[in-house]
Structures are given as structure tokens and as C-alpha cells.
């Protein structure tokens, strides 16, 4: 692993951060506006199950995207017009980001109408898109291929885990080879790939996300999100609570910490943590206060003398 000098390489945090990435991308700050396509999802639809992933909301992970009221242009202009009035808000350049259940899941004309129609919006210099490994085929891959020549594109695929046996207890409905194709397929496209890990799955300690981690980092992935298992009110996850052990804040940090020090420094953290709906989230509660979870990580990687490839002795 490379041990050249922090400041040399991410700015001023330890590891490589999509801030970071987006500065260096785009020559400033670039937000991302959640959006929903109107999807849904082979696990909700009777494909595979109508249950979803047990730790699924109604919602379909895409909670704090924008209500889908109007046109994908309409859903921009309304997040525009909301984070204009942030207190901190510097931007004037979006990412668009699909993120309501599976946004490849669709007819390619369908999916064709909505990316182009994010992609030629004035204020939108990139396309994200969140989906499943086991929603794609050749016409998607090829159309992805074609967004990513307009503006750059990247796929979230939600793989949570590596691990079968944690795959099949949270319903994740199709096994770690058809991630691997996808994965394959989207390289050869040139499309980058984010790809999405839940911390604090049943029955897997650090040792199983250790694995998942080290599995990743010998794939040709660009980013990664780690996500706090929330364990939200409706979803089947939130029956079996009792039977399960939910991290602690200083369990949650020390894992990520250990996250941080074995991926590879050329991949992008997308994420460190996740927010859950203050209004369905049963626990962990502690994660409800974001700020006060980032700053403890970002405190412990100093103290520590931890950052992303590398662990300082």
C-alpha cells in the first residue's frame, strides 16, 4: 500500500472521500439530488418475493429522495430550490441520483427517457444511478455505455454482503456470481461502480466484514458506501430485533476504523455512515445525530493515526 503523505493525496481527511473526488472531478462542489423514477424492485414485485430485504422500508432505500410528483425535471428543480437555502450551501452543480428501489429495473425506453432527461438539465453534470446486480441486460449495459459518453456515470449496486448464508437470511435474492457479472459488464463499459455494505448484519462480526471488504478490493469497483444497519419500523427486520445485537456508537466507529485501514486507498468512500428516517428508525438511535457519528470517526482516525490503505503504528 501507498504511504505518501496524507495531505498529498486526499486533502484533509484520511481517507479518499467523494467531496474530494467530486472537487477534483469537477474544480468545486457538487451535490447529489435524490430522485425517484417511479421503480420497483424484483424482491417487492413477486419476481423473487414481495417481501423486499427485511431491513427494506416502504420506501425502498430512497426515503430522502425527492416525493415523486412531477417530471425527473420537476424532482431537480425542487432539490435545487431547497438547497439554495442552506446556510452552507455553495453549489450551482448536480449529480443525479436514481435512488428508489431498483432504477435499471425498467423497459431501456423507459429508462432511456428518464436518464437523458436528468442528463440534459442545465444544472446536472452526472448521472448515479442505484440498482441490483440481477436487474440488468445487454440493452441497460449498452445504454449506461451510451450516459456515460453525455456526462459521467456511475451504478450503486446494493451488495450488502458476500457472505451466502447472511445473503439468504436478509433476502437478498441472487447469489454473489451474478454481482461479479455485473460488476464484470460494467467495466467493460467503462462505468464506474459504487458498491453498497451494510455493517452490523445479523450474525456477522468483523471478521465477516473484514472479508467483504478484502473481496473488494480485488474487484475493479471505484467507490464504496458503509452503512450502519438501521432497523426501521414496518420491516420485517424490526420483528426480530430481540434475537439480535445492535452496534453500539463506539462498536459502529472501531469497525468502520478497521474498514477504512484495509480498502484500498484508489477506492472512493461514498459514505461512513447512514441516516435512517428520524420517524422509522427504531434503532440505533445514537445514529439519528450524523454530525456527532462523523465527528467521532474523524477524531479516532487522528488519534488513531489510521487512514484508508494503511494503519500507522
Known sequence: MRSDPISRRWGEKPYYSLDYYLRQTYGGKVYKIALDGGMTCPNRDGTLDTRGCIFCSEGGSGDFATQRKGSVTEQIDTAIRRLETGDKYTGGRYIAYFQSFSNTYAPVEYLRRLYREALTHPKVVGLA???RPDCFHDAIYDLLEECNQIA?????????TIHEKTAAYIRRGYPLA???EAVEQLHARAVDVVVHVILGLPEEGEKEVLDTI???NGQPIQGIKLQLLHILRGTDLAAQMKQMHILTEEEYVGLVLRCISELSPDIVIHRLTGDGPKD???????????????????HEMKVQQIYQGKTCE
Open 152 to 160: 459521467p456515470t456511475w451504478v450503486e449496486l446494493g451488495l450488502q
Open 178 to 180: 451474478v454481482f461479479e
Open 129 to 131: 444511478i442505484g440498482t
Open 280 to 298: 422509522q428508525l427504531i434503532a440505533p438511535r445514537w445514529s439519528l445525530n450524523k454530525r456527532g457519528v462523523l465527528n467521532h470517526l474523524m
Open 214 to 216: 478484502h473481496y473488494l
